[in-house]
């Protein structure tokens, strides 16, 4: 998990992608018109660092059990980009992300997911 957050994340090794998800993967939390396998992470991952620049993930926990890993991250970075539909603001950002993913193989097999989008969204200025 470490290894995703630090390389896929934060430093946008999107190569990395194919090696540490399962293809048969499913984000059981994508939002509507996002896809739900391997490529949602593929597009998710270049949306984020198209629209942040100076990304920064910092992982406050994380615990595992079983084949159940969970973090909870802060996102830090500045808005330079388009997100979803909100164009580049230039202000510095920080959301947090608490994720659950269950791992089959050592690959990411299944995601569960609950961002601060509303927070993210008014730090940006599309919500006042």
Not at 53 to 66: D, F, K, Y
């Amino acid at each position: 998990m470490r290894f995703f957050v630090e390389q896929v994340q934060e430093q946008g090794r999107f190569e990395l992608i194919d090696e540490l998800v399962r293809p048969d993967f499913r984000n059981r939390t994508a939002e509507p018109g996002q896809r739900q396998d391997r490529e949602g992470v593929r597009e998710v991952m270049a949306a984020l660092h198209e629209a942040f620049s100076e990304l920064r993930v910092e992982i406050v926990h994380c615990v595992g059990a079983g084949d159940l890993v969970a973090t909870h991250k802060v996102f830090r970075a500045r808005h330079t980009g388009p997100w979803f539909g909100v164009p580049a603001s230039g202000r510095e950002v920080e959301f947090r992300v608490m994720d659950v993913v269950r791992y089959q193989d050592g690959q990411w097999a299944e995601h569960w997911s609950v961002a601060d989008a509303v927070g993210l969204l008014r730090q940006t200025g599309a919500l006042h």
